[in-house]
């Protein structure tokens, strides 16, 4: 653990696990706690994918940031599970 108790990591602990749950668990840009998520190669490679191939880890806020100010706008952006399944309420939803 990171013996400096005033960084991000020391402090993020939530729904996802926790700290370490995966290794996208911060987001490189502002910090926070990060969820599994995804978006279109297309679409990623144009936003986050740096010159030298490089891929920061986002979360969907400084994502949708990102695009938005590299033009990539929209009326709104929808948010969709995979694999869902309701608790207690039958069977898993497919896409």
């Given at each position: ?10 402090k ?28 279109r ?12 191939g490089?891929d ?17 706008n ?13 608790p ?8």
């Amino acid at each position: 653990m990171n013996d400096d108790k005033n960084s991000a990591t020391d402090k993020i602990v939530g729904s996802n696990g926790g700290l370490g749950a995966h290794p996208e668990a911060i987001c490189d840009k502002c910090g926070r706690e990060n969820v599994t998520w995804f978006v279109r190669s297309d679409l990623w490679n144009a936003v986050a994918r740096k010159s030298d191939g490089a891929d920061p880890m986002l979360c969907p806020v400084c994502f949708i940031t990102e695009a938005e100010a590299k033009g990539h706008n929209a009326t709104a952006w929808e948010i969709v599970p995979e694999n869902y399944r309701a608790p207690n309420r039958g069977p898993e939803v497919k896409k």
